[in-house]
Nanobody
C-alpha cells in the first residue's frame, strides 16, 4: 500500500521559512516522478515543484522560483520542499504527489499540510 505523509506545515510570518517533508512508504521516491502541489481556498490545485526520477531535473512554478527548493533523501525515502521568503499568497494546503508512468500509470497523493503565511 502506497502512502505519502506530509509534515512541516504551520503558521509563519511573511519573509519567513518552512520546510515540508513527504515520507513515502510502499514506493521508492528515487524511482518515480515526485512533486509538490498546493491548493488555496477557492482556487484550483496548482503545481509548485517537481523532481525527475534521476533527481537531476527539477521544475518550479514561476511564482516560487528562487524561493522554493525541492529535494529528496533516498535513504530516508523522503521528499522535501524548502520554502524561503514566504509571502501571504503562498498560503495553501500543500500536497505531496507521486506519478507512476507506463505500463500502469497512476498517481498518488498525500493528505496535505496547511501552510499559512500571515503577520
Amino acid at each position: 500500500q502506497v502512502q505519502l505523509v506530509e509534515s512541516g506545515g504551520g503558521l509563519v510570518q511573511p519573509g519567513g521559512s518552512l520546510s515540508l517533508s513527504c515520507a513515502a512508504s510502499g514506493i521508492s521516491v528515487s524511482l518515480y516522478f515526485m512533486g509538490w502541489y498546493r491548493q488555496a481556498p477557492g482556487k484550483q490545485r496548482e503545481l509548485v515543484a517537481t523532481m525527475s526520477r534521476s533527481g537531476v531535473g527539477t521544475n518550479y512554478a514561476d511564482s516560487v522560483k528562487g524561493r522554493f527548493t525541492i529535494s529528496r533523501d533516498n535513504a530516508k525515502n523522503t521528499v522535501y520542499l524548502q520554502m524561503n521568503s514566504l509571502k501571504p499568497e503562498d498560503t495553501a494546503v500543500y500536497y505531496c504527489h507521486c506519478h507512476v508512468g507506463p505500463p500502469s500509470p497512476r498517481d498518488y497523493w498525500g493528505q496535505g499540510t496547511q501552510v499559512t503565511v500571515s503577520s
